[in-house]
């Protein structure tokens, strides 16, 4: 059992190394089967940085086949705000019954302040042939035709904050699924084979005035949180999921384990004494 829970333990240390903050979820779907995504490349992603699966993605032979490709951006998106989302919202959903999906949780980013989804998707606009189309919440209405032929949709999502935390960062991430949902509803009513692309990155001080000036289209409850204020535990993640996981293994199962065995060793007795007792006549017991 011992052997069992250290084999456990060692597994978890892994997931427990890669999920640091500057790593990134990165999820996408199609409405039809899709080689690019099931590409031995882009599948095993999780071993790679995103510009590394970004480029693997974007040079398959099979992504052009798409009518509609759409890259959507959220800066400061990580794995924990993903969890929280509702089951019933647009990109849950999405993922749950797409033909074909992509789920990276923990991706590193190569660059600080880039996510090269949306930094090579003029590039795929013009390998494929594609109208590029760029969209923000304060662009106004979305601009799509299919009658245009094929498109590249690039979607930026206003930046969430490093320091917000709890309640607030739950409402605005849940005004932006908002948002999107209407967005992608009308892109998947427009184009019948499509593929979305969502991914984090680094929140940049570019991305943090674009969030600030799109407070309005959102009524955010909250204003940016000073990143001095709150210690090293506002600032950094620390706790990631995959270093409590390990945490919880080793106090509920090693501990308990070390404990019950160095008890059975104190309770091994040692063996009988060969020393006489006292009044013990040896010729008494054996002339009886």
């Known amino acids: 059992m011992a052997g ?39 599948a095993q992603g999780d071993k790679a940085d995103s ?20 890259v959507v951006d959220h800066a400061g998106l990580h794995a924990s705000d993903l969890r929280a989302l509702e089951p019933s919202c647009h990109v849950a959903k999405a993922l749950s019954s797409a033909p074909s999906s992509l789920k990276l949780p923990y991706v590193e980013s ?14 795929l606009s013009s390998r494929c042939g594609s109208r590029s189309v760029s969209h923000a919440p304060d662009l106004g209405v979305l601009e799509i ?15 969430l904050e490093d320091g917000e935390e709890g309640a607030s960062r739950k409402n605005s991430m849940a005004q932006h699924q908002s948002w999107l949902s209407g967005e992608l509803s009308k892109i998947e009513a427009m184009f019948s084979n499509y ?18 000036t799109s407070s309005s289209t959102f009524d955010a409850a909250a204003a940016p949180a000073d990143p001095s204020a709150g210690g090293i535990l ?16 080793a106090l509920f199962v090693l501990l308990p384990i070390i404990f019950v065995g160095v008890s059975a060793l104190a309770s091994i007795q040692s063996p009988l004494s ?10 008494e017991k054996k002339n009886q």
Not at 15 to 25: G, Q
């Open 195 to 212: 593929l979305v692309i969502y991914s984090g990155s680094p929140a940049s001080l570019l991305h943090s005035r674009q969030s600030t």
């Open 51 to 70: 510009h590394t699966i970004a480029s693997a993605l974007y040079t398959h032979d099979d992504i052009c086949e798409h009518d509609a490709v759409v």
């Open 145 to 159: 035709d299919a009658g245009k032929g094929k498109h590249v949709v690039s979607i930026s999502l206003p930046a």
């Open 234 to 249: 506002k600032r950094y993640q620390l706790l990631t999921p995959g270093l409590i996981l390990a945490l919880l293994v």
């Open 4 to 42: 069992r829970a250290l084999t456990l333990l060692v597994a978890l240390l892994p997931a427990a190394a890669s999920a640091y903050s500057h790593t990134y979820p990165v999820l996408a779907w199609s409405s039809h089967h899709s080689k690019a995504l099931s590409s031995p490349a882009v």
């Open 110 to 123: 190569r660059g600080h302040h880039a996510n090269p989804f949306k930094g090579l998707a003029d590039t």
């Open 274 to 283: 060969n020393d006489i007792p006292k009044g013990f006549n040896a010729e």
